[in-house]
T-cell receptor, first 113, second 112 residues
């Protein structure tokens, strides 16, 4: 069972470069999320989606864009990377019904120089 | 504002001893509460949840958590700690239908 798969797992960027993180889930979940994890700050929600074609801003959306063209995929884009975006990024998904525990990917470690 | 607090950055416990990782929350309405564990270089894994019913919730790997409404707490417990339990633990509360608020995490270190 693949669950939630994130690519790439590691990436180093220079300031100003762009990139896209891909999240794919095979559980037919409605809800998908992008979080960033920084030391001492826990997980902070960047953007989320409650269904195909819909996205919404989370707690720290500035500098990021997202798209959910297909139900199973949720893309996170950085248009012009900044050192402050150095972090570990986690994608998660959940069912729309029920108590909705989150299923997480393994994470993508991004370094912006 | 809705929030989750984990007051301890790190908890050290000897192997075989009981462990407690603390979590308090502030949320309007009935809370949906969760515990997740993160091993090094891995994603978070779901441990257990409280939705309604019995205040003592049992989860994976022998963990349990006690919901206390009057103290707005949801502490994670295990009767006998293992070295392999050493990891980062996150408490979370569901805010509304689909948003989750996470605590800052508590690093558990079980000493052999």
């Amino acid at each position: 069972n693949a669950g939630v798969t994130q690519t790439p797992k590691f990436r180093v960027l220079k300031t100003g470069q762009s990139m896209t993180l891909l999240c794919a889930q095979d559980m037919n979940h409605e809800y998908m999320y992008w979080y960033r994890q920084d030391p001492g700050m826990g997980l902070r929600l960047i953007h989320y989606s409650v269904g195909e074609g819909t996205t919404a801003k989370g707690e720290v959306p500035d500098g990021y864009n997202v798209s959910r063209l297909k139900k199973q995929n949720f893309l996170l884009g950085l248009e012009s990377a900044a050192p402050s975006q150095t972090s570990v990024y986690f994608c998660a998904s959940s069912y729309s019904l029920g108590s909705g525990e989150l299923f997480f990917g393994e994470g993508s470690r991004l370094t912006v120089l | 504002a809705q929030s989750v607090a984990q007051p301890e950055d790190q908890v050290n416990v000897a192997e075989g001893n009981p462990l407690t990782v603390k979590c308090t929350y502030s949320v309007s309405g009935n809370p949906y509460l969760f515990w997740y564990v993160q091993y090094p270089n891995r994603g978070l894994q779901f441990l257990l949840k409280y939705i309604t019913g019995d205040n003592l919730v049992k989860g994976s790997y022998g963990f349990e958590a006690e919901f206390n409404k009057s103290q707005t707490s949801f502490h994670l417990k295990k009767p006998s700690a293992l070295v392999s339990d050493s990891a980062l633990y996150f408490c979370a509360v569901r805010s509304g239908t689909y948003k989750y608020i996470f605590g800052t995490g508590t690093r558990l270190k079980v000493l052999a």
